[in-house]
T-cell receptor
Framework: DTAVSQTPKYLVTQMGNDKSIKCEQNLGHDTMYWYKQDSKKFLKIMFSYNNKELIINETVPNRFSPKSPDKAHLNLHINSLELGDSAVYFC?????????????FGDGTRLSIL | DQQVKQNSPSLSVQEGRISILNCDYTNSMFDYFLWYKKYPAEGPTFLISISSIKDKNEDGRFTVFLNKSAKHLSLHIVPSQPGDSAVYFCAAIPNTGNQFYFGTGTSLTVIP
């Protein structure tokens, strides 16, 4: 059973479209994250939710809106997609808020904007 | 501003030898460090971690060393195996929260 699953795995779409990426974890964790890995392979945090509450919201365009319907899900909706949004997006989860809890990652969603 | 740096994008090692992956950081508030391993088309998986109160942590073939004065940590894999071929990310967490700061990764190739 996949611990952190993201769908879709690949997403190819045109500039200006709106798209969503879904993430679910079955680990019973209470904290979930979204990361963006750009072309330079740099993994940068975008959002963090703890018990469905937004904890971290890095400098991300407001076209990106996370939604956490429950502790096991953190979806990412992106409006008006731009070329620079092309990247691999990783969802992750961890138990608790403390710094020594390793994060468990999904396999990523590769978003390509045409 | 990248607070965690892995200056070697790639490393090749012969099977059976030691692999040493390096990581430097700039923020003295980091108090926990982790290494992740990533295969192509998969997410990073946790490998080993170390608290800032220690200078060494060992788990089987993997050992992480921390030099706080130099703001440097390294991951040693010995003996290296072909299955270790992957991208290794170093990550750090400040004592103020659970935000992970990642390096850009080092691609390790273990040659049979």
């Amino acid at each position: 059973d996949t611990a952190v699953s993201q769908t879709p795995k690949y997403l190819v779409t045109q500039m200006g479209n709106d798209k969503s990426i879904k993430c679910e974890q079955n680990l019973g964790h209470d904290t979930m994250y979204w990361y963006k890995q750009d072309s330079k392979k740099f993994l940068k945090i975008m959002f963090s939710y703890n018990n469905k509450e937004l904890i971290i919201n890095e400098t991300v365009p407001n076209r990106f809106s996370p939604k956490s319907p429950d502790k096991a899900h953190l979806n990412l909706h992106i409006n008006s997609l731009e070329l620079g949004d092309s990247a691999v997006y990783f969802c992750a989860s961890s138990q608790g808020w403390s710094g020594n809890q390793p994060q468990h990652f999904g396999d990523g969603t590769r978003l390509s904007i045409l | 501003d990248q607070q965690v740096k892995q200056n070697s994008p790639s490393l090749s090692v012969q099977e059976g030898r030691i692999s040493i992956l390096n990581c430097d950081y700039t923020n003295s508030m980091f108090d926990y460090f982790l290494w992740y391993k990533k295969y192509p088309a998969e997410g990073p998986t946790f490998l080993i971690s170390i608290s800032s109160i220690k200078d060494k942590n060992e788990d089987g073939r993997f050992t992480v060393f921390l030099n706080k004065s130099a703001k440097h940590l390294s991951l040693h894999i010995v003996p290296s195996q072909p299955g270790d071929s992957a991208v290794y990310f170093c990550a750090a967490i400040p004592n103020t929260g659970n935000q992970f700061y990642f390096g850009t990764g080092t691609s390790l190739t273990v040659i049979p």
